[in-house]
């Protein structure tokens, strides 16, 4: 069973940055993929990065050339940047880590943009 946790999330002013990290509870170097999620308030929860144990990275085009994906194996953590934050990026963002057939999920962390 692997366990995730978040962090860094927190209330930004638009066009601010933040950085979430996710540790998870076991070495990462064999996982499959990781990725961040995201839900806001009465939508589903969407995709937002992911990156594979071999290194390839996938965003949403929402996020493309804002937010960056990065895993380190050492630390078994995975981190989101995420700059140029807009008010539509407010959403509890979630870590997922996919260690086949299984998927798992942190508690979720909020991140809200607001002036």
């Known amino acids: 069973q692997v366990q995730l946790v978040e962090s860094g999330g927190g209330l930004v002013q638009p066009g601010g940055s933040l950085r979430l990290s996710c540790a998870a509870s076991?070495?990462?170097?064999?996982?499959?993929?990781m990725g961040w999620y995201r839900q806001a308030p009465g939508k589903q929860r969407e995709l937002v990065a992911t990156i594979t144990s071999g290194g390839n990275t996938n965003y949403a085009d929402s996020v493309k050339d804002r937010f960056t994906i990065s895993r380190d194996n050492d630390k078994n953590t995975v981190d989101l940047q995420m700059n140029s934050l807009k008010p539509g990026d407010t959403a509890v963002y979630y870590c997922n880590a996919f260690l086949a057939p299984i998927g798992y999920w942190g508690q979720g962390t909020q991140v809200t943009v607001s002036s």
């Open positions: 076991v070495s990462i170097f064999s996982i499959n993929a």
